[in-house]
């Protein structure tokens, strides 16, 4: 329950920053947290006008992360992120088709193992609250329903979830095609990782593109 109650404070204490530059969209944040399973220990996950990255663990970590203003409690906004991703997004394990269930259940797999490797991350130096708010997103990731009384984000008549809606048209099937290969190919190649980040990412920098603009377009306060 306090993991839940740093999630409702941080949220709500903040909701401007959630509805701007913290917005997440569900997909592309999701696989990235499931990216992240293939990534060493002391890797941290950094967001950008809207999308998440993922930073390597370096000299330089620290520098990058103080410039673009990125904390450990930005953690917190992956809440929305699994919530709104098993809701626009649980077709892909309903659908007949059998790649797509495939890519959902190694999302959800995958997300679950890089959220520990954020607790190992964050463990040794930042006390029990963050590792007790990634445990619960661990649990949420396997049962959503748990925390279906939890909204969102709602406010002044606008609904995020609404846009998240539409958003998934931007997805195109040989996207999610290119990126349940390029997973494959990681479990089967993990030392190869960063190759098959980059790939990944470059492969979806059009959708990531027009993710910005749409949600730059359709959220306005």
Same mark, same amino acid.
Request: net charge neutral; hydrophobic share 35%.
């Given at each position: ?26 997909? &592309? ?6 990216? @992240?399973?293939?990534? =060493?220990?002391?890797? *941290?996950?950094?967001? %950008? /006008? ?81 590792? &007790? ?6 649990? @949420?990731?396997?049962? =959503?329903?748990?925390? *279906?009384?939890?909204? %969102? /984000? ?68």
């Amino acid at each position: 329950m306090e993991a839940l109650k740093l999630v409702y404070t941080t949220i709500w204490s903040d909701r401007s920053k959630e509805r701007f530059e913290m917005i997440l969209e569900p997909f &592309q944040a999701i696989t990235q947290l499931a990216i @992240l399973s293939y990534c =060493p220990i002391g890797s *941290k996950l950094s967001i %950008t /006008d809207n999308i998440l990255y993922i930073q390597g663990p370096s000299w330089k970590q620290s520098l990058v992360r103080s410039y673009n203003s990125d904390k450990k409690n930005d953690l917190i906004y992956l809440f929305s992120v699994i919530k709104r991703f098993h809701m626009f997004y649980g077709f892909l394990k309903t659908g007949a088709r059998k790649n797509n269930k495939e890519l959902f259940d190694k999302l959800v797999d995958r997300s679950k193992i890089g959220l520990e490797k954020l607790i190992q991350t964050y463990s040794k130096t930042d006390g029990d609250h963050i590792s &007790q708010t990634l445990r619960m997103y661990i649990k @949420l990731v396997d049962h =959503p329903e748990t925390f *279906k009384d939890v909204e %969102t /984000d709602k406010d002044r008549g606008v609904q995020i979830d609404d846009v998240f809606e539409k958003i998934v048209t931007l997805y195109q099937q040989d996207n999610y095609t290119i990126i349940l290969c390029l997973f494959r190919l990681m479990e089967s190649n993990p030392g190869m990782y960063e190759t098959y980040l980059t790939s990944m990412n470059a492969s979806v920098e059009p959708v990531n593109n027009k993710l910005k603009k749409w949600i730059s377009d359709n959220i306005v306060f």
